[in-house]
């Protein structure tokens, strides 16, 4: 946060006459509300340009959007807002609409009341210091009571648009994409699939990408247009872009066995809790046990897991078991598919191909030792609980072991020829 200096008009020091912001005005929403840890929101301002000159940036340096904060009885604090720089020229009779971040510091958070927006000449003043009428006053609102799903939604609603895509079937419409890259990505599930797609919401530019990965990468570029995905563009273009043979198209599997390990062990044993991951589970759990009163604390077993598997047609399975080799129908010009071992490898093709640095991890990662764990494909997930790490290979001796290979036999053929 910056303090708020002393700044006075200066006519003769800046390149926008005095009287041309007697008709430039600002409006936004009466009310903003705050969420997470840092008191944060985001807001639609729209700037309207009803003077006969340009307000140009480029032409007049420090032109940015910021706002002060007021108390009950409307009296300035002392600190500052966060600035916004004009993100573009606005012409006379223009509109300009772009969204600033409002957050509110610990020392004024139980005395402010609402914020003032104005637009700033760094270093030299506020514009509605010389017409108040330029300002805009937004109410805060500090909601109480919320889930932390509903918080999430909340907050991601004020950034990007909810709405349901274009229509593109899977897995089409979940590919991401970095046109300033030609770079393409087809996510698959449990295969490195939530730090892959962090790098492509960085490398495409999406509208503060870091709170993006802040809120859940996978959360937000599910639920809203964010522009990562083919989902959020025009069907047309998203068509174009599919079937180019311009972008450098890659993805990431892993062996099929080790991805169904992985995806028991994350999401029905040690993060079984969790809610995001009951969006995955329940229908499982709740077959297996017979019925819509699942019991989470006794869950069920790796075999229990694959016997559900089987006895489903493959379309039909959840994405983070779903055969990894359809991610891949009806994609053309694929130009590499690297195994999860090989992300060092792709790192360098990133850098080498297209002159990107990134250093990739591997998030939601598996805890494992060399013990060996007998039997433990038979065990409930409450009998994992109080265990050490162990070799996931241990499930291995499940009596559905051929059953799982034949079932996914094109998966085992496609890890075998990638690379």
């Not at 307000?55 to 600190?79: F, K, Q």
């Not at 802040?214 to 522009?227: A, C, I, S, Y």
């Not at 079984?272 to 989470?296: E, F, Y």
Request: with cysteine.
């Amino acid at each position: 946060m910056n303090t708020t200096a002393a700044d006075s008009p200066d006519p003769a020091s800046h390149a926008i006459a005095p009287e041309t912001w007697r008709t430039v005005t600002l409006d936004a929403p009466d009310t903003l509300a705050l969420y997470g840890a840092q008191k944060r929101g985001h807001l639609d301002v729209t700037l309207t340009n009803g003077s006969n000159q340009p307000l140009d940036p480029a032409s007049c340096s420090g032109l940015v959007l910021s706002y002060r904060m007021l108390d009950a009885h409307g009296a300035l604090l002392e600190l500052e807002g966060v600035r916004t720089a004009l993100t573009g020229a606005v012409a006379p009779g223009a509109r300009h609409q772009q969204k600033i971040t409002v957050i509110i510091p610990g020392a004024a958070l139980e005395t402010a009341v609402a914020i003032r927006i104005s637009l700033l000449v760094e270093g030299q003043y506020w514009v509605d210091s010389l017409h108040p009428a330029h300002a805009k006053m937004v109410t805060l609102e500090k909601p109480e009571g919320l889930t932390e799903a509903e918080s999430r939604l909340a907050a991601a609603s004020q950034i990007w648009p909810q709405r349901q895509g274009n229509g593109m079937r899977w897995p089409y419409g979940t590919i991401m994409v970095s046109e300033r890259h030609k770079l393409m990505y087809i996510p698959v599930a449990k295969c490195a699939c939530t730090s892959l797609k962090s790098m492509m919401v960085e490398l495409a530019g999406v509208d503060r990408a870091a709170i993006a990965l802040e809120l859940g990468v996978h959360f937000v570029t599910d639920r809203f247009n964010t522009g990562v995905q083919l989902k959020d563009k025009p069907i047309d273009e998203a068509r174009s872009i599919l079937a180019s043979d311009q972008y450098f198209k890659f993805s990431v599997i892993r062996d099929p066995f080790e991805r169904l390990v992985s995806a028991y062990l994350e999401k029905f044993v040690y993060k079984r809790h969790s809610q995001r991951n009951l969006m995955h589970t329940r229908p499982v759990i709740s077959h297996v046990q017979g019925t819509a009163d699942i019991d989470l604390q006794q869950g069920i077993s790796f075999d229990q897991f694959m016997e559900y598997i089987l006895g489903q047609d493959a379309y039909d399975l959840d994405a983070h078991w779903r055969p990894q080799h359809l991610y891949f129908r009806g994609v053309p010009h694929i130009s590499h598919i690297y195994r999860l071992e090989q992300i060092a490898e792709l790192e360098q093709d990133l850098l080498q191909k297209l002159g990107i640095t990134v250093k990739l991890g591997h998030e939601n990662k598996t805890g494992k030792s060399a013990l060996r764990l007998p039997q433990a494909s038979s065990f409930r997930a409450c009998e994992f609980d109080d265990r050490e790490a162990f070799d996931p290979e241990s499930f291995m001796t499940t009596p559905h072991a051929d059953a799982i290979r034949q079932y996914y036999r094109e998966d085992f053929e496609f890890y075998k020829a990638a690379g």
